[in-house]
């Protein structure tokens, strides 16, 4: 699993509002789509340049939901800013891809920064994305970073008309796309279940080398989406307490639904990364009781061999006027006091249960 970190320092020295991308480029191009909905009507756009966005209709019964994919080229965010009317500092930090959960009220509109995770099976790798919406009175726009998202179904349901998405206004919208997000954490926090079950088994049976490396990684990982989802309630709490007139009131208790939902996510993890140190632990005390077992053994042979040693050591000596050497039985019963003294400290090692 990789290290998740943004290189920031081709922007020292700059003025606040200079637009240049940060981050690692995810998207071969960009490319924009378009919703509009209402109750009964839908109008939906692929590949849509930003010029085209402008000249969307401004029926006021319509919502327009205008996703855009890759955030690298800053010319195309700029061309954005222009034609929506967006501070620079926010467009600063749609491109900056490293920006924390917040959220900014600039009256007109809300900024709403969010970290899309997924979680890469076959690599066991998990995948972070900056999302940035801009909540207006009848539209969202979203910046993620890549093709690809947790939104199919959100599309789905607006494409079938399901539930009462269709109903509702631009707040339910960003409302729903902030529920998507956080609705994919649960599944990042299942599949760190299943690699933390894993490990403990792995540790209970019998460490591997790489075992150490795998728990550290988990470990790491989860520190990150902890770093992604802290936050984040902070944002719903500002968001679901009413103080912005673009969130309106209809919306609220889906907002407290989606701060509970954080809260269980940060709960979870916080359970996980308290497990993932109970391992950590028991994979310590594993590999010390293993060095203890194999010092035992160590410190029992030598013990056995050291009155051994010292009978070889007198009678290897060679001095002339030894009794023993003459005898015709001398070797014979070297031997056998040798084997018996091991013998006899075998059996006292095996009484006081050291073997």
């Known amino acids: ?37 209402n109750g009964s009507d839908l109008l939906e756009k692929d590949g849509v340049s930003v010029r085209e966005c402008e000249a969307l209709p401004a029926d006021e019964s319509f919502v327009s939901w205008i996703n855009m994919s890759g955030v690298h080229e800053a010319g195309i965010v700029e061309t954005f800013g222009r ?76 494409r079938g008309g399901k539930g009462r998405i269709r109903k509702m206004g631009a707040d339910y919208l960003a409302y729903a796309l902030m529920d998507a997000v956080v609705d994919q954490y649960f599944v990042i926090l299942e599949n760190f279940g299943e690699e933390l079950e894993a490990l403990q ?42 103080e912005s007139s673009l969130m ?53 042979i030598a013990t056995i061999f050291i009155p051994l040693t010292f009978i070889a050591g007198v009678y290897g000596m060679n001095f002339r006027y030894m009794p023993e050497l003459e005898w ?3 070797y014979a019963a070297v031997w056998l006091v040798m084997i018996v003294a091991g013998g006899l400290m075998l059996l006292a090692f095996r009484r006081k249960k050291w073997l």
């Not at 890469?120 to 801009?134: A, F, M, P, T």
């Not at 093709?147 to 607006?158: A, Q, Y």
């Not at 709490?237 to 009413?242: A, C, I, K, T």
């Not at 907002?255 to 954080?262: A, N």
């Open 201 to 242: 088994d792995v540790v209970l049976s019998g460490p591997a080398s790489d075992t150490l490396g795998s728990i550290q990684t988990l470990k790491r990982e989860m520190l990150w989406m902890r770093k992604s989802v802290w936050p984040l309630r902070e944002v719903l709490g500002e968001l679901q307490r009413g």
């Open 83 to 158: 034609v929506f009317g967006l501070h620079p500092l926010l467009l600063e930090d749609i491109l900056h891809t490293g920006q924390r959960p917040k959220q900014e009220d600039y009256e007109a509109y809300l900024f709403i920064v969010l970290r899309m995770l997924s979680f890469d099976v076959e690599k066991r790798e998990l995948l972070s994305e900056q999302i940035s919406l801009v909540v207006g009175p009848r539209y969202v726009i979203s910046f993620q970073e890549r093709e690809g998202d947790v939104f199919g179904l959100l599309r789905e349901r607006i």
């Open 248 to 300: 309106g009131p209809e919306v609220l208790p889906f907002l407290r639904d989606v701060y509970d939902h954080s809260i269980q996510v940060v709960d979870t993890l916080e359970t996980f990364r308290d497990m993932a140190a109970a391992t950590l632990e028991v994979y310590l005390s594993s590999l010390s009781n293993r060095m203890n077992e194999v010092m035992k053994v160590l410190t029992i």
């Open 328 to 330: 015709r039985w001398g």
């Open 1 to 37: 699993m990789g290290i998740h970190h943004r290189k920031a320092s081709s922007k020292a020295g700059l003025p606040p509002g200079t637009l240049m991308h940060v981050g690692e480029r995810k998207a071969e191009e960009v490319q924009v789509t378009v919703m509009q909905y």
